[in-house]
């Protein structure tokens, strides 16, 4: 969660275009501190909605995201509408049906879809990806969008649960549903078994670095691999490097990286930079406790 955050605070300057970038240097600080962006805050929502109701209850989390969005967390514009109408009391299932007929297919469900990998990391993976779809349906119920989350949410969970790359993406690939992901695992695969880090351009190429879950979800899982071995700083260079939507890219990647490696692998001098880190910490510590994580995981 930490990780996260972090990826989030310290990717969201270098994501998108010229205005977008302006805009985030107006924004990105509060208090001399790194703001983070939609990713950590429905990150935050999602947790605090699964230890309050110790399940995934769709009521209780749209009234979170929608109690919880400010215009200045860079939602996307699309959620953002949803989140609207459910604030002045449209139930979830008809705004996100009234701004997306087809279900969004962006990256919006699988962004805090570590979240959830992380408090059902003991279960089966079947249930790992049900319960994230069911997360991801408020606002992306689009079946790539789901998909991505649920992948997302599983390479966290079997982060946590210390998963070499092989077993991961084994798993990954058997939760994989369609043509489109299936291909990209399969390329991450290949080039993890090869063993160089493959450069941000020709990832950005092939695997995507947009704001749709197919282009980014298997870029951010390729990324925290790839770089497990390695620094935080240099997980966070390389997709910062990748370009694109790069907030939502680092988020995930780092969540997963930040499974793997633990807390006290994360750079004290950004943690100390981060926007409301003790309440972060505090909210990932009743998460640990809640799931039952053995100290300093
Ligand atoms: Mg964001």
């Avoid at 001399?32 to 909605?49: A, F, H, L, N, P």
């Avoid at 399940?55 to 860079?74: E, I, K, M, P, T």
């Avoid at 991801?136 to 789901?146: F, K, Q, R, V």
Wanted: with cysteine; aromatic share 8%.
């Amino acid at each position: 969660m930490l990780g996260l955050a972090l990826g989030d605070a310290f990717g969201a300057p270098y994501e998108g275009g010229i205005l977008e970038r302006a805009l985030w240097s107006m924004l990105g600080t509060s208090n001399g501190k790194r703001r983070w962006t939609d990713d950590t805050q429905m990150t935050i929502d999602v947790i605090e909605s699964l230890l309050a109701c110790r399940c995934v209850d769709q009521n209780d989390l749209a009234h979170r995201f929608a109690r919880s969005y400010r215009w200045s967390r860079g939602y996307g514009p699309g959620a953002a509408k949803v989140l609207k109408r459910i604030r002045r009391g449209e139930a979830w299932e008809s705004a996100a049906v009234a701004v997306f007929p087809q279900g969004s297919f962006g990256n919006g469900g699988a962004m805090r879809a570590p979240a959830v990998g992380l408090f059902f990391a003991e279960n089966s993976d079947a249930d790992i990806a049900r319960a994230t779809r069911d997360v991801a349906a408020i606002t992306h119920a689009h079946p790539l969008a789901s998909e991505g989350a649920a992948l997302i949410a599983l390479a966290t969970a079997l982060a946590c649960s210390g998963a070499d790359n092989n077993e991961m993406l084994h798993r990954l690939s058997q939760c994989a549903e369609s043509r489109e992901y299936l291909d990209r695992l399969t390329k991450a695969r290949a080039w993890l078994e090869e063993g160089e880090v493959v450069a941000p351009r020709q990832v950005a190429a092939e695997l995507g670095n947009g704001i749709a879950a197919i282009e980014s979800c298997v870029t951010a899982v390729y990324a925290a691999l790839a770089f497990r071995n390695y620094s935080f700083d240099a997980l966070l260079e390389f997709t910062v490097s990748l370009r694109g939507d790069v907030d939502t890219i680092a988020a995930m990647a780092s969540a997963i990286w930040g499974a793997d490696r633990g807390a006290d692998q994360l750079p004290r001098e950004r943690l100390e930079q981060l926007e409301r880190r003790d309440d972060l910490e505090r909210l990932a510590g009743s998460l640990a406790e809640a799931v039952g994580f053995r100290e300093g995981r």
